[in-house]
């Protein structure tokens, strides 16, 4: 479930919320108000480098499994 970044355009505050689409109703946890914009948020990554075989190693918490 992905977090979404908001911008609340009454009283200014700047909320992230745990939701499963960014098309629900969300309102302002601080006024309540409906008058809020989406902001554009970044990931992060982890990768670490073997330096002895010069491969590198991915660090995900995505819950899904890569074997079959």
Same mark, same amino acid.
């Given at each position: ?8 355009? /009454? ?6 919320? &745990? ?5 629900? %109703? ?9 008058? !809020?914009?989406?902001? &554009? ?7 670490? !480098? /073997?330096? %002895? %075989? =010069? ?6 918490? %995505? =819950?899904?499994?890569? =074997?079959?």
């Amino acid at each position: 479930m992905p977090i979404y970044e908001y911008n609340c355009m /009454d009283c200014n505050e700047i909320f992230s919320i &745990l939701q499963w689409s960014s098309n629900q %109703s969300t309102e302002c946890p601080k006024c309540g108000s409906k008058n !809020i914009k989406k902001k &554009l948020s970044s990931f992060s990554c982890s990768c670490s !480098i /073997d330096s %002895s %075989s =010069g491969s590198s190693r991915g660090s995900s918490n %995505s =819950g899904f499994s890569s =074997g079959g």
